[in-house]
């Protein structure tokens, strides 16, 4: 126990005859039932391998997947227009019209350039699923995509009989530009925001090199990284000046990189307007430029759609996500928390007795006393007819409209909706009369 | 020819075991043994489950709890001195598990709310005719729990039932301390209600 808890346990302050007999009650529980040993020593043997990082990535496949993902890397995807379910995990690569590190696509196409670097002769070594064979005739097919012919300068690289300098060779300053500064992007599709790398087929030493992204900015590391601030067309430059004698070679792709932009998330809800046991909340998505949209409260629930009704029926803050997608992917989230209380929320008691003793004689929440926000509290009988409504800290005396008082040994549910900066809270129970 | 699957679950022995069993298997687990590995896992994992699904909504993903912190126990068991029961230093493990859990999840998320408020919820709940509450089971516990939100039960185990003060509970769940007090007393009050209601009906 914390020295600041036993101060306040010797003050008297903590720990009534609840918690103790919690804790007792909890001190002599048998404990659920748990997995057998056989599991758990399967777990130890590498099964979970890194703990922490398997349970997390368990979290991502579970019901709770979209939660998960949110406010890590939302994920993006440039070779499809569909919408891709945000639970699933997502390959960054699905046709290979991205990547060619082959660091990240192991399986990807080898190719090899023979002799002369400015020879275009080149053979397939291994084919990848996701790189069509290409024979040296294929040459549209080659410039079809403007890094393309960079791609062909991977396998030299990685081949055995990689030279081992380039830039120190005579010949540097002859072979064509493509070739002598060939770069790539990790990404050639990505949303505002997310960082993209960029690298030379060959690093080169003994040369310095000079990116220019386009929207401005520079680097001069040899493999930088970079996050697009607006969403457009980038032309890519790579200047790579050798620091023997100054010789400057630099390659632009135009258009190399698009940016998308991300949807503006944002939602609006309703709670209902009278007394309820189980008060379902609606929510509206009020997004911009979004195609699709995924709710999640309490990081456990998700359901798609432009609406959405939840049930809630657990008391306190409950936290509700929206996950807005562009057409292309791009991805925000919304979230606001919608407190939903019974009495105790509110300070309402749960009887009073309206016989002009002076004592408990009118209802009224106390929470709504000093409340700044505007709010509706309403109390009705067991038919649900509305008995007393007011928008004003005004307590309920126990009159009915239809004239009398209220009977004693009568319940009445009601309801107080207090209208938040961002959207209503609701609170519901019922009260008793003596 | 790979074991049998005996026992698929285990459920903790009703009495504690000896504490120089206990100090026995510690030190063969600190051995980096399988077998005192086994039997702490054995004796205490229902009661760690429990510990776990206090904070923790769902079966499964307290299953997932219960998995990685013990792989964190057996991990760093060397470093339990013996100072302080066993039982306790392994529950501290997985109550902050659980917690990292529901923050991985984002189930902690949460505005603040006004000091007026505060005030009027503070006072003191008469405690006339206060039921036998040490005779609830532990499903009635979990099944009221389990009508509060995530950072709602949260406050309340750590205050009630692990002892932590509001400052402590303000910073592992990153609130104010007026929020862990107010939420504590709504969850109490809460729980009191709905537990009453139990005992009511047993």
């Known amino acids: 126990m914390s020295d600041e808890r036993k101060e306040?346990?010797?003050?008297?302050?903590?720990?009534?005859?609840?918690?103790?007999?919690?804790?007792?009650?909890?001190e002599k529980a048998p404990g659920l039932a748990a997995p057998g040993w056989l599991s758990m020593q399967s777990a130890i043997a590498g099964g979970v391998a890194g703990g922490a990082a398997g349970m997390s990535w368990r979290w991502i496949v579970g019901p709770a997947a979209t939660a998960a993902i949110i406010g890590g890397a939302l994920w993006w995807s440039n070779s499809t227009e569909d919408a891709v379910d945000p639970v699933e995990p997502v390959e960054v690569v699905e046709d290979g019209s991205g990547w060619f590190d082959e660091d990240v696509v192991p399986d990807h196409a080898v190719w090899r350039v023979e002799g002369d670097m400015t020879d275009s002769a080149v053979e397939v070594e291994g084919s990848g699923p996701m790189e069509p064979t290409m024979e040296p005739t294929d040459a549209p097919e080659l410039e079809r995509r403007a890094s393309s012919e960079d791609r062909e300068d991977v396998g030299n690289a990685e081949g055995e009989d990689r030279i081992e300098d380039p830039a120190a060779a005579d010949d540097w300053a002859d072979i064509p530009v493509e070739k002598a500064a060939a770069f790539g992007v990790d990404m050639e599709a990505a949303c505002v925001g997310i960082e993209i790398g960029f690298r030379m087929v060959k690093p080169l030493d003994e040369v310095r090199v000079l990116w220019n992204f386009g929207d401005g900015q520079f680097s001069s590391e040899s493999a930088p990284n970079h996050v697009f601030k607006a969403p457009g067309t980038y032309d890519i430059t790579l200047s790579v000046t050798r620091l023997s004698d100054g010789l400057i070679r630099t390659r632009t792709i135009e258009n190399l990189v698009t940016i998308h932009p991300n949807p503006e998330a944002e939602f609006t809800w309703e709670v209902p307007s009278t007394a309820k046991k189980m008060p379902k909340v609606s929510m509206r998505n009020r997004s911009r430029d979004a195609s699709s949209a995924t709710w999640i409260v309490d990081g456990e629930t998700s359901k798609a759609g432009e609406s959405a009704v939840f049930d809630l029926d657990r008391v306190g803050e409950h936290v509700v996500q929206l996950v807005a997608s562009s057409p292309h992917g791009c991805q925000s989230v919304a979230q606001h928390s919608i407190e939903v209380g019974s009495r105790f929320g509110i300070g309402g008691s749960g009887r009073f007795s309206p016989n002009g003793d002076g004592r408990y004689d009118t209802f009224l929440p106390r929470g709504l006393v000093q409340l700044e926000q505007p709010f509706v509290f309403r109390v009705e009988d067991r038919e649900g007819h509305i008995v007393f409504e007011t928008t004003e800290p005004k307590a309920w005396d126990g009159a009915l409209p239809e004239g009398g008082w209220a009977e004693a040994g009568s319940a009445f549910a009601w309801s107080v909706v207090v209208q938040g900066v961002d959207g209503p809270a609701y609170f519901s129970d019922e009260v008793i009369v003596e | 020819m790979g074991q049998p699957i005996v026992d698929r679950f285990v459920i903790s022995p009703s009495n504690p075991p000896d504490p120089e069993q206990i100090r026995a298997w510690v030190q063969s687990a600190q051995a980096g043994e399988s077998e005192g590995q086994r039997h702490i896992y054995e004796t205490y994992a229902g009661r760690m489950l429990l510990a776990i699904r206090r904070y923790i909504p769902g079966e499964q993903e307290a299953l997932d709890v219960l998995q990685d912190g013990f792989l964190k126990v057996f991990r760093n068991v060397g470093g339990y001195t013996f100072r302080g029961s066993f039982e306790g230093w392994m529950r501290r493990i997985m109550v902050n598990m659980?917690?990292?859990?529901?923050?991985?999840?984002?189930?902690?998320?949460f505005v603040g709310e006004s000091e007026a408020m505060l005030d009027v919820l503070s006072e003191r709940v008469e405690e006339e005719n206060e039921p036998e509450w040490a005779s609830l089971g532990q499903q009635d516990i979990l099944e009221a729990m389990d009508r509060l939100t995530p950072m709602y039960r949260a406050v309340f185990n750590l205050y009630a039932i692990e002892g932590y003060g509001h400052r402590e509970i303000s910073i592992q769940l990153g609130i104010s301390e007026g929020t862990s007090k107010s939420n504590y007393a709504k969850a109490r009050r809460n729980l009191r209600d709905l537990l009453r209601q139990k005992l009511r009906e047993q």
Not at chain 1, 8 to 26: D, I, N, P
């Open chain 2, 98 to 109: 659980a917690i990292d859990a529901l923050r991985a999840s984002r189930q902690l998320q």
């Open chain 1, 8 to 26: 306040e346990k010797r003050r008297g302050a903590a720990g009534g005859g609840f918690e103790q007999g919690m804790r007792s009650a909890l």
